[in-house]
């Protein structure tokens, strides 16, 4: 698990984050991000100040549907991930999703996001 954040690439080669987000939840893909993610619990946990950050694929159709609904909540998705990853103290994610299990590597909390019963995807 050690090795899992210590070798883990920025793979998007994105803008360094300065400023320090506590709680992050990343969220998939367009292709996925209708089908697995329980909007419920990420409103709720956006309540208690969580933000979200977009697959930096996301499309622009979605990308915009979001910031509309989330505003001010909602990182700008040119922004590193992995960047984002190693200052936050708490991280949402998909069961798809690679940044939970380094999360879980740096010793963050991680908190799983999807619907129930949907069965993992990757793409």
Known sequence: ????????????????????FNYVIFLPGT????????WKRVEQELDKGAYL????LTSAYVFA??????KDRIIDKKLSGHSLLKKAETVGCCSN???GLIGL???????????????????
């Open 1 to 20: 698990v050690f090795c899992v954040a210590i070798k883990s690439l920025d793979k998007y080669r994105l803008r360094r984050v300065k400023k320090k």
């Open 65 to 70: 549907d979001l910031k509309r609904k989330y």
């Open 97 to 99: 999703s690679e940044m």
């Open 105 to 123: 590597a740096q010793g963050s909390k991680v908190n799983v996001f999807d619907k129930p019963k949907a069965k993992p995807r990757t793409y």
């Open 31 to 38: 292709n996925i991000i209708g089908d697995i993610v329980n």
């Open 53 to 56: 950050k977009c697959h930096p």
